[in-house]
Every structure is written in structure tokens, then in C-alpha cells.
Nanobody, 126 residues
């Protein structure tokens, strides 16, 4: 009933760009903190970015700051992650997650997010 559906992954060369989408199905994302996380082979789920459930504040991991942008389109019930100047180390499966707790804004702890997208593979390679 309450699902997150991701799209937009793919293969891109270093320096290229991709945009991921996370669309709510069965519930409105307006009241939820949305986070993007990524998981590279052999690693845990790493926090990338969050957007709050109020005035649109955004947060970013240091590794992506200045290159990635998270945004929310309430009319489409969708959160985006625009990824620019991609690097090979950005290669991972990217997941969006939703948390009903406002305190999850800025959090890199995946355990705080109760609903998850199916994952989107992002591969950055020449």
C-alpha cells in the first residue's frame, strides 16, 4: 500500500550526470523526511542526502556536496536526486527512504527510515 518507486539509474561516464526519482505510491510524501542512501559492493548503506518535511531544507554528505542536489516536487509526489560531475566512487545502488520523524532530517542512519524504494543501479565508468 505504501511504497516508494525509484527510476533513473544507469551507466554514465565520469563527469556525467544522472537524475534519480523517488515517487510515493499509496501515500503522500509531504509529511515525510526523504533520504537518499547508496550501497556499494561490500559496504553498508551510506547516507547521501535528505530533504525535510517542511520548508525544504536539504542536507548532503561531504562526499557529494556541491555535486548532488535533492529536491521535492509535491505536485508529483516525487523527490529527485540530481547527480552532476559523477565520479567512479559514486558507483552504487541508490535507495530512497522515508521517515515520518522530523528528526531524521540530516540523518545518515538508514535504520531511521521505515519505507524504501527498490534501488537503482548507478554505474560511473569510462
Amino acid at each position: 500500500q505504501m511504497q516508494l518507486v525509484e527510476s533513473g539509474g544507469g551507466l554514465v561516464q565520469p563527469g556525467g550526470s544522472l537524475t534519480l526519482s523517488c515517487t510515493g505510491s499509496g501515500f503522500s510524501l509531504d509529511a515525510w523526511v526523504i533520504g537518499w542512501f547508496r550501497q556499494a559492493p561490500g559496504k553498508g548503506r551510506e547516507g547521501v542526502s535528505t530533504i525535510d518535511d517542511g520548508d525544504g531544507k536539504t542536507s548532503y554528505a561531504d562526499s557529494v556536496k556541491g555535486r548532488f542536489t535533492i529536491s521535492r516536487d509535491k505536485s508529483k509526489n516525487t523527490v529527485y536526486l540530481q547527480m552532476n560531475n559523477l565520479k567512479p566512487e559514486d558507483t552504487a545502488i541508490y535507495y530512497c527512504g522515508a521517515s515520518y520523524y522530523p528528526g531524521s532530517y540530516g540523518s545518515s542512519n538508514a535504520r531511521e527510515f521505515s519505507h524504501w524504494g527498490q534501488g537503482a543501479q548507478v554505474t560511473v565508468s569510462s
